[in-house]
């Protein structure tokens, strides 16, 4: 679509959005009689930032319903954060929203690589969390046959994998890693599979962690974005040029702001991605602030979409580990881990605090044909990771090699950070 017929789309959904929120969303028109806006008010895109924005603490606050813009008996869908942190966010889906979450997916799983020749393993997990029924919705819209596998069972996985002949894998880069690993266990090599391509999601992950997988898998993956708050998976993906993800400016208002002044920033600066969408109904959010990090990216794509795009998140704002006054993401460690060989890609930060200093210890494994080579070699490998990652970072590090296989596995989320300073 050309920018300017888009923008016009775009208008016209946020003024309904603005509507539909100030009318039947009583938090939404408290927020805006506070700073005295009324829908009317919004006349130009330019008007987004008059509004006010959206955090994760007021869906909370409003827990269960009471971000609802539609009463419960339209709601055909709810789905929910883990809540690990707090109360869970809620969210909610009316017959429309459903439809138009299955479109964007299957738009999405297109643009990854999928066609409805494929056969996808879908191993997200199904349940509270958007990804595995998001992923499902628009496989079958798509036309693509789809094994509803969810999570874990990783050998049961692999043998299905390669019985029934699957195409595509959609579920976590860290849980990628781990099928690859035990599929070298079991003796399986990547040209048994008929697997080409992976659409992972759910957790940052780094350029070198993607041609990890791609190598001990065979395929070309892909990144895919998306939040419960907002829709689910399908806010934004990858195409096969891997430059960015695409956001589909039809259904999402992309922002990328300073998150301490909260003013934009100029594409390429990096910022906090914030995000308003247009299209939904039960749940309509405004420049919703997701705490992810990344910066839009100037210019055309060479796959020919005109949507924005972003670029892969580099963590978030509050993820990211402040110590001795230095930020410090786990995507930024786990780069110089892949960079430097030697190391598996399963790694743990362990933050603590020493009277008043902050302490930083990396805990890697080790390569099995490392693991079992002169402890010289060890400790080569620990001087050479300790200087690169104080390099990189800034601060002091502690490498700690531990045996392969001793860091626990994950099958959703992978856990890379433990905090133990009482802050």
Request: aromatic fraction near 8%; proline fraction near 5%; charge should be negative.
């Amino acid at each position: 679509m050309p920018e300017d017929e888009l923008r016009e789309l775009q208008l016209e959904r946020l003024q309904a959005t603005v509507k539909r929120a100030f009318f039947n969303v009583p938090f939404y028109r408290k927020a805006f009689q506070a700073i005295g806006l009324e829908p009317g008010d919004i006349k130009s895109l330019d008007d987004l930032q008059k509004l006010p924005f959206t955090t994760k603490q007021d869906l909370r606050d409003n827990y269960p319903f009471g971000m609802f813009a539609v009463p419960m008996s339209e709601v055909v869908r709810i789905h929910s954060s883990s809540g690990t942190t707090g109360k869970p966010t809620v969210v909610g889906y009316t017959r429309h929203d459903i439809d138009v979450w299955a479109e964007l997916m299957a738009r999405a799983l297109v643009c990854g690589g999928t066609t409805r020749h494929d056969i996808i393993q879908n191993a997200y997990g199904y349940g509270l969390f958007t990804g595995g029924l998001g992923v499902h919705y628009g496989a079958e819209r798509l036309g693509a046959s789809v094994i509803p596998i969810s999570g874990g069972n990783t050998k049961r996985q692999i043998m299905i994998m390669k019985d029934y002949g699957s195409t595509v894998l959609t579920c976590t880069p860290s849980y990628a890693l781990y099928i690859a690993e035990v599929m070298a266990e079991m003796g399986i090599r990547p040209e048994e599979l008929k697997l080409r391509c992976g659409i992972f999601g759910a957790e940052p992950w780094s350029e070198n962690m993607r041609q990890e997988i791609e190598k001990r898998l065979g395929i070309s993956a892909v990144d895919i974005y998306g939040l419960s708050e907002v829709i689910g998976p399908g806010v934004g993906i990858e195409c096969q040029a891997k430059n960015g993800l695409h956001v589909f400016g039809d259904h999402f208002l992309v922002e990328v702001i300073d998150p301490v002044t909260e003013k934009p920033v100029a594409p390429g600066q990096l910022g906090e991605l914030v995000i308003t969408s247009l299209t939904k109904e039960a749940l309509p959010v405004i420049r919703y602030r997701t705490r992810d990090i990344t910066t839009i990216i100037p210019g055309t794509c060479s796959c020919g979409r005109t949507y924005v795009r972003v670029a892969r998140f580099t963590g978030r704002t509050d993820d990211m580990l402040i110590i001795r006054g230095v930020n410090v993401f786990p995507s930024q460690v786990e780069s110089v881990l892949l960079e430097m060989g030697g190391t598996e890609p399963h790694y743990l930060l362990i933050v603590d605090r020493q009277g008043a200093l902050d302490t930083l210890e990396v805990k890697v494994e080790v390569s099995d044909f490392l693991f079992s080579d002169k402890v010289r070699g060890l400790e080569e490998l620990e001087k050479r990771l300790v200087s690169e990652l104080e390099s990189t970072l800034g601060i002091s590090v502690k490498v700690t090699l531990v045996e392969p296989k001793t860091i626990e596995r994950s099958e959703g989320k992978a856990v890379r950070v433990i905090d133990k300073r009482k802050i």
